[in-house]
């Protein structure tokens, strides 16, 4: 058969690439981006600014007293604004908390935003930690699930993911503390640190690991950190649920792929397959998952910390319930709304570069 | 055509079983050939098992499926009793396969040019620089005019023909001995495929190959191959050397379901008002 | 009985009600199959069993104190042990049943059309009601669902009624955006059109037409949103803000039995394996029941 030997020079196409184009995109998606953002959060204010308005209580009274004369009540109400029409009030309202100013804490008479920014990184440890523990257990556990379908590492996974959704994390956390501080004696109980211990690290950060080891304190460091065990690990076996589950899901998707049977036609391992070319594709839709789950633990944290008396921004809402301090609420309600927003739109972000298609 | 006394590949009755709840299914049932550095084409329906005979050639075959087979050996050597990991260290170096759809046989997050390095480093020592080198030379080979810019793409920048040319280096870049092509220009449109054919051909005639083209299309098996396997329901019809396809006297000696096949192909010289159907006698399959 | 299966497995029903049984039994042939499921669904059965006969299982009454009793370990006479208050855990919880029940339904009744309502108007309007609706959804969605049902509780006030509403405003979100998937799925159908050419109104279409056709998928979701609202509801009642004492709610419950959990383990242990014991059940038949329905 007579076959001709001369070169075809077929053009080299290029559908799309680098240059100018990305650049309008990026600015076309961060601006879509952030009027989504700047809805929610006008959502998000108008609902805290609601429920303000609904509360039984009295914000005048809560200002003045209960036995304030008439003149002065009228004064407090002319303060704060109450005699303007309701939307004139939700004006002021935005325009206060972008100034940063949430109102005072009847609980500790201090600006409700000093208090929290005092007890967030309390909050932020724990929640980092947390997360850390479900992304280095939930991942693997899911990749191994998605590979073994139906075998004991998806059982057990099954297992974990369901139970992660079927107990009380409050419950999870006495029965913490019960077993492995009261009863083997193997992490440190309630509180962030020992009293022994308290005065040795001076906040700088406000996590306490990090002050600890800038300033060599390694005996306190090991001693926060047996406290910081148990209720980070609470916090994690809900992260690592969640994880896990999303990751055997994403997995099994990118397992039956194309790509994975070529990287094998390759001569590539299994191990080189499974973790670094599925997984790297399914890190795509796993950075929304792991914030999302980042956000949900700053919740979680609401109940953990009442359990583990741990003094961040959880306690320090339900402290506030509590004792009817709306203003410490509702300020504490907002940071976390408003974290929760950020964290998805930097997910979204970061989702975007993880994947050359948006990139 | 073959140079050496051993065939690179020879099968002898193939089986591959796929084990489902509703029963079994038996994709290939019974496939005996032999290559050597020649072209074979493998033509047959959808669903006749040309796939699933490349894919157990080199051990690819998902769950919940077998390979059962009487011989299957690469130069000689028994592919059955051979090691799990001696068998993956042929895949790419000795026996490498083209897949049909570039859009979905690349790597989405990883860079075209990394992925064909990727394929040469499992099997030689190189360094990143090294290996890099050669890609660049590799994609040079499949004619990509700028291979520096190309190397940096990602495959959602690269058309559908230029995917495949990336595929085919990704899949050459190791030197192997055979190439499997399973429908390697089904995807990419009728000028492009002709390209892509060529390079295919080229490369695979000038490193004298052992090339397994699987098709649907018997004309182009016809002009591009040595010898011609028809396959219906995962057996042998008949294996033919392509010229006699193209003869007119040899038309008698054919298989009925080739005839058909043949049949199906409407002819711009000879149009005819009604295609014939393909029949199908269950008695083939016994 | 025979008569019964073959009017159930005929290939030809004569009415749609007929059509529609078959299809449920079918589908719980299928359901059958799955023994977790079938696992949960005896837990959610006996859930409602244990609610509804309350008064013959409970050996005691549940408020009744015996402080001469008090905080007593397990024992043949108290299964449970008992409280700080002298009272039987186990006929606790066998009324906390009721309690939790109680809150599972009232909560289903309100999330449930409202979620339906909006998302079955927003998928079937379109148009710019459709994108307000979505818009405000995605609001809801964007918050952490407990701060928010505390939040709301707190300007409410304590107590069973209000956690209820306050969970029940956090929870409506997925149910509309399910709905409303379903709903751009049928909105196109051909016999929607039919129906639209014989003159029916927007508000009979998707009353009449769309909003049985989303059920399915709208069970499944609650029964696996279940889990979730018993969880957030006990959390409420273990900060004090749900039922109030002495309504033995199994969150309250724990809160109560934090102060000795160190001395006597079975004060918080046995009502926090109550709302395991549920919320997996609801899970269970949640995962099953999703099965069937997308094999449909
Ligand atoms: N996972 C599986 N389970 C059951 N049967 C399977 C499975 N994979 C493939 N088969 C069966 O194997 C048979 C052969 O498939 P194969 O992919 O080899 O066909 P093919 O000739 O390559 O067809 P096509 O031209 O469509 O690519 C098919 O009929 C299919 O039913
Ligand atoms: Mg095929």
Redesign the pocket.
């Known amino acids: 058969m007579a076959r001709s030997s001369a070169p075809v020079t077929g053009p080299a196409t290029v559908t799309s690439g680098p240059g100018p184009g990305r650049l309008a995109r990026w600015g076309k998606m961060l601006s879509r981006e952030l009027t989504t953002v700047a809805i929610t959060m006008f959502g998000l204010l108008a609902i805290t600014f609601l429920i303000a308005r609904v509360i039984p209580i009295d914000p005048v009274l809560a200002v003045v007293g209960d036995n304030a004369r008439p003149d002065v009540y009228e004064a407090a109400r002319l303060a704060l604004g109450l005699d303007k029409p309701l939307w004139q009030q939700f004006a002021i309202y935005v325009g206060k908390v972008f100034t940063g100013d949430l109102g005072t804490s009847i609980l500790t008479a201090q600006p409700v935003i000093s208090d929290i920014k005092r007890v967030f990184p309390a909050t932020l440890e724990l929640a980092t930690l947390g997360t850390l523990v479900g992304i280095t257990f939930g991942i693997p556990l899911g990749v191994l699930a998605a590979v073994k379908q139906g075998r004991w590492p998806d059982q057990l996974a099954r297992f974990i993911g369901l139970f992660g959704y079927s107990i009380p994390i409050f419950w999870l956390g006495l029965m913490g503390l019960l077993l492995f501080y009261a009863k083997l004696g193997w992490v440190s109980g309630p509180g962030r640190i020992s009293i022994a211990y308290q005065d040795f690290v001076t906040p700088v950060t406000g996590v306490i690991l990090l002050d600890a080891a800038m300033q060599g304190e390694w005996d306190a460091f090991w001693n926060a950190l047996s406290h910081l065990v148990l209720p980070s690990a609470v916090l994690g076996m809900f992260s690592l649920a969640y994880i896990s589950r999303m990751t055997r899901s994403f997995m099994i998707a990118e397992l039956q792929q194309q790509y994975v049977i070529a990287a094998r036609v390759k001569g590539m391992s299994e191990a080189r397959v499974i973790w670094r070319h599925a997984l790297r594709n399914a890190l795509v839709p796993l950075t929304t998952v792991i914030a999302l789950s980042y956000a949900n633990l700053l919740e979680g944290s609401v109940l953990t910390e009442t359990i583990f008396a741990w003094p961040g921004l959880g306690r320090y809402i339900t402290n506030g319930l509590l004792n009817a301090d709306m203003n410490a609420v509702l300020g504490g309600t907002l940071v976390v709304g408003a974290i929760f927003i950020g964290v998805n739109l930097f997910a979204d972000i970061l989702g975007r570069i993880f994947d050359p298609r948006t990139r | 055509m073959s140079d050496a006394v051993t065939p690179l590949l020879e099968v002898g009755n193939l089986k591959?079983n796929?084990h489902?709840p509703t029963g079994i299914?038996r994709?290939v049932r019974g496939l005996s050939f032999s290559l050597g550095r020649e072209r074979l084409g493998i033509v047959?329906?959808?669903?006749?098992?040309?796939?699933?005979?490349g894919r157990a050639i080199l051990d690819l075959i998902?769950y919940?499926?077998e390979v059962l087979a009487d011989r299957m050996l690469f130069r000689g050597e028994d592919l059955q009793t051979m090691p799990k990991a001696a068998r993956r260290k042929l895949r790419g170096r000795r026996i490498s396969m083209v897949m049909q759809d570039p859009k979905f046989s690349l790597n989405p997050v990883m860079t075209v040019g990394d992925q064909i390095a990727e394929a040469y480093r499992v099997h030689h020592r190189a360094n990143a620089r090294e290996a890099r080198e050669r890609t660049l030379a590799m994609l040079e080979a499949v004619q990509i005019r700028e291979p520096e810019r190309v190397y940096a793409l990602y495959p959602h920048e690269v058309s559908g023909g230029m995917g495949q040319r990336v595929m085919i280096a990704m899949m050459l870049i190791a030197e192997p001995d055979i190439l499997i092509a399973?429908?390697p220009t089904s995807a990419l449109d009728v000028t492009v495929q002709l390209q892509v054919l060529k390079i295919l051909d080229d490369l695979v005639t000038s490193r004298g190959m052992g090339l397994i083209f699987?098709s649907?299309d018997l004309h182009l098996v016809q002009s591009f191959c040595d010898r011609v396997i028809v396959?219906y329901g995962?057996k042998a019809m008949e294996t033919m050397p392509a010229l006699e396809l193209a003869d007119p006297s040899a038309m008698s000696r054919r298989h009925p379901y080739t005839l058909g096949l043949l049949g199906c192909l409407p002819e711009l010289s000879n149009p005819k008002a009604k295609l014939s159907t393909l029949t199908r006698d269950p008695e083939w399959l016994a | 009985m025979g008569n019964w299966t073959a009017y159930l497995t005929t290939d030809a029903p004569a009415s749609r009600r007929q059509a529609r049984l078959g299809q449920a039994w079918r589908q719980w042939l299928t359901l059958k199959q799955n023994p977790l499921a079938i696992a949960g669904l005896v837990i959610v059965m006996s859930l409602l069993l244990i609610a509804a006969f309350a008064p013959f299982i409970a050996p005691f009454d549940p408020l009744a104190q015996n402080l001469d009793q008090r905080l007593m370990p397990p024992s043949a006479v108290n299964l449970f042990g008992t409280d700080s208050l002298g009272r039987d855990i186990f006929s606790r919880i066998v009324y906390g049943a009721r309690v939790t029940l109680f809150i599972v339904l009232l909560v289903v009744v309100s999330v449930g059309p409202l979620g339906l309502l909006i998302g079955a108007t927003s998928g079937y309007l379109g148009g710019w009601v459709d994108r307000a609706l979505m818009r405000l959804t995605d609001v809801f969605l964007a918050f952490p669902r407990l701060v928010l049902a505390l939040a709301f509780v707190a300007a409410l006030g304590p107590g069973l009624e209000n956690a209820v509403i306050a969970i029940a405003f956090t929870a409506w979100p997925p149910y509309a955006r399910v709905a409303r998937a379903e709903t751009l799925v049928i909105r196109n159908a051909d016999y929607i059109a039919a129906v639209r050419l014989q003159g029916a109104s927007a508000w009979r279409i998707v009353l009449r037409h769309i909003i049985p056709m989303c059920l399915p998928s709208l069970i499944v979701r609650t029964t696996l949103d279940m889990a979730g609202i018993i969880l957030t509801a006990a959390g409420l009642g273990f900060l004090g803000l749900g039922a109030q004492p002495p309504m033995p709610e199994w969150g309250a419950m724990i809160s109560a039995g934090r102060e000795q959990i160190f001395d006597q383990w079975w004060v918080a242990t046995f009502p926090g394996l109550a709302i395991c014991v549920v919320a997996l059940g609801f899970n269970l038949l949640g995962d099953g029941l999703r099965d069937v329905m997308d094999a449909k």
């Open positions: 591959v796929f489902t299914v994709a047959g329906e959808s669903g006749s098992g040309k796939s699933m005979t998902p919940p499926g399973d429908e699987i649907h396959m995962g």
